[in-house]
């Protein structure tokens, strides 16, 4: 009786586990997508940060250059 409850365990358990692998790509591919999304709108969110700044810099410079020669 107990050695058919843990066949049945391990059975079970073993199903379960090589169902988990057969799924593993399918949501590995989705998590690695999403970081890569990820990423991507950081990288771009930093470009665009680094931009606003070298206008900014370039606003100020030319305001001070005008002011100076006034």
């Known amino acids: 009786m107990v050695e058919k409850l843990v066949r049945t365990l391990l059975l079970t ?3 379960l ?3 988990l ?3 593993a790509p399918k949501y590995l591919y989705k998590i690695i997508t999403t ?3 990820f990423a991507r709108g950081i990288r771009l ?3 665009l940060v680094a ?8 606003m100020m410079r ?3 250059l005008s002011l100076h020669f006034k």
Do not use: D
């Not at 931009?51 to 370039?58: A, L, N």
């Open 13 to 15: 358990l073993f199903f």
């Open 17 to 19: 586990g090589s169902t």
């Open 21 to 23: 692998l057969l799924l």
């Open 35 to 37: 970081v890569s999304i």
């Open 45 to 47: 969110l930093s470009l």
């Open 51 to 58: 931009t606003v700044f070298h206008i900014f810099i370039k």
């Open 62 to 64: 030319i305001t001070m």
